[in-house]
């Protein structure tokens, strides 16, 4: 496909300026934020070995180790943020020879990590409780993993405990392939699930580039961007979901698709589907690539038609392997039916009900008429990115499309932020208040990661909350002094765009 215009990340030829520093920085964060796991990662009642480690007995279940656990933990986290952001400095021009230093960055940032326990979310133990559904022959769009006998000693999270499975039928088979293979072990189970997601971020970190590549963007700075991102190490592989194989499937139909094999990347693009549907909104735009530039609108159709049959047909298939058909598709409102503060529309309805209450009126209803209101708004964009634009631009038209599904819901999780980074970076993310909106956006998401969910004893004296706090006042702590204090980045947060010269693009 034709490429992007370049934006003002396309390199100058400035060499690397001691990159290893930031590297050698961030693993040590890395390396903080394993041994923080130890003491308040997610660990399952299940796991008897774990739980019989005395390094873990002492860092678990005594106050001064939880303690240190969190002090470690959010030290070692805002470190890394911090690494990336000097590695970015360190790496300013982004000439050819700085891709060995941030494929350095991430292997050595991400090894720690990936052996971890599963830090920032449990959704890794439900994926394991969804697998014994699968196993024990139950319908997991009907039956939630109550129906499993002690979900609870798995470490699954109650809230969903009865909700319907709301991922497609390629992780059904995945979930259920770990749990025959593991007998249900979670340790284990939890260790092939990283490797899934481990292969997700190779296909991110093999595409980004690419895809960069097409439209003119400095690969580099794409990757760097994407993939040595905090937010992206810190969900994909430290919390180990699986949007990470999701979004790297997508991106590599995506790229395949651009480069003329739109067969071959709607099959990767379904795949994706096949894990979360959310992907589905990656279609259209593939059917504009296939009917390519300057088609009739008869043929945008027919290549839309086209996409959307191979793509369903795949899906059918395999509901009809599984027995269970499309029942994903009723699921799909599970993870939606909440809303968070932070969320720009959930902050909104908690106004509008807070003074709908306020007045007698049904606060609530009014907004849940607000979110839906917004959800139609979030379609309008899409229809008019899918419609309308420049054929050279369909993958930044996408990143926009997929931006309001996100932006406009009621909640949005730290990952659902990753979701956009790669198609924003490959299309340029310009050095202004673009690329300062996802320094803050980083920061603020690590910070919030960090106070978010720990696994703390309930017997102690220190309180989970308590635990929470003093996570927060050093996660927030460093990153105030990241903006305000520090000579090296807070230039990066609060200096003046200028815009460089002519030929000087950076």
């Not at 504009?288 to 043929?299: E, H, I, N, T, V």
């Not at 909640?411 to 956009?420: A, E, G, H, R």
Request: charged share 10%; glycine share 8%; with cysteine.
């Amino acid at each position: 496909m034709p490429a992007q215009v370049p934006l003002s990340d396309v390199a100058t030829q400035r060499g690397p300026n001691r990159p290893n520093i930031a590297i050698v920085q961030g693993f040590i964060g890395s390396l903080l934020m394993w041994m923080g796991s130890l003491g308040v990662g997610w660990l399952s009642l299940a796991s008897a070995e774990l739980r019989r480690t005395p390094i873990i007995i002492w860092l678990r279940f005594e106050p001064a180790g939880a303690v240190l656990s969190v002090l470690l933990l959010a030290l070692g986290g805002m470190l890394l943020v911090r690494s990336w952001l000097r590695l970015g400095q360190r790496l300013d021009g982004w000439s050819d020879d700085t891709r060995p230093y941030v494929l350095t960055a991430i292997v050595a940032w991400t090894i720690p990590l990936a052996a971890s326990l599963p830090l920032f979310s449990r959704d890794v133990f439900a994926y394991i409780a969804q697998g014994q559904v699968m196993v024990a022959g139950l319908n997991p769009y009907v039956d939630g993993y109550s129906q499993i006998s002690n979900y609870l000693q798995i470490g699954a999270d109650d809230l969903w405990a009865q909700s319907p499975t709301p991922y497609g039928p390629v992780f059904l088979w995945i979930e259920e392939g770990i749990v025959r293979i593991t007998g249900g072990n979670p340790d284990t189970s939890i260790i092939l699930f990283r490797v899934v997601a481990l292969l997700g971020v190779a296909l991110c970190v093999y595409v980004v580039p690419k895809l960069a590549a097409l439209h003119s963007i400095n690969a580099n700075r794409a990757l760097w961007l994407t993939a040595a991102n905090p937010l992206f190490l810190i969900n994909f592989v430290a919390a180990i979901h699986n949007d990470a194989l999701m979004i790297g499937l997508a991106l590599a139909g995506l790229y395949l698709a651009a480069t003329k094999r739109p067969v071959l990347g709607i099959l990767l693009i379904t795949l994706s589907v096949g894990i979360k549907p959310i992907t589905l909104i990656f279609l259209p735009f593939v059917g504009l690539m296939w009917a390519g530039r300057g088609a009739s609108w008869p043929r945008r159709f027919l290549y839309w038609f086209l996409t959307a049959g191979m793509s369903l047909g795949i899906l059918w298939v395999m509901g009809y392997v599984n027995t269970f058909g499309f029942g994903w598709v009723g699921a799909l409102s599970t993870p939606g039916s909440v809303w968070i503060w932070y969320a720009p529309v959930g902050f909104i309805g908690l106004v509008i009900a807070s003074l709908g209450d306020a007045v007698g009126l049904p606060g609530w209803d009014l907004a849940g008429v607000f979110h839906t209101l917004a959800r139609v708004a979030s379609l309008v964009i899409i229809a008019l990115q899918v419609f309308r634009g420049d054929h050279s631009r369909l993958v930044r038209r996408l990143a926009i499309a997929f931006a309001a599904i996100v932006l406009l819901a009621p909640m949005i999780q730290s990952w659902y932020v990753v979701w956009l980074i790669p198609l924003f970076a490959v299309t340029g993310i310009r050095d202004d208040w673009q690329v300062k909106f996802l320094y803050f956006t980083v920061a603020f998401f690590m910070v919030y990661a960090i106070t978010d969910q720990l696994d703390i004893f309930p017997y102690f004296e220190i309180s989970l909350m308590m635990a929470r706090q003093i996570a927060g006042v050093i996660a927030l702590g460093f990153a105030l002094y990241l903006v305000f204090v520090d000579r090296s980045t807070k230039v990066l947060f609060l200096r003046r765009y200028r815009p460089a010269a002519p030929g000087l693009m950076h």
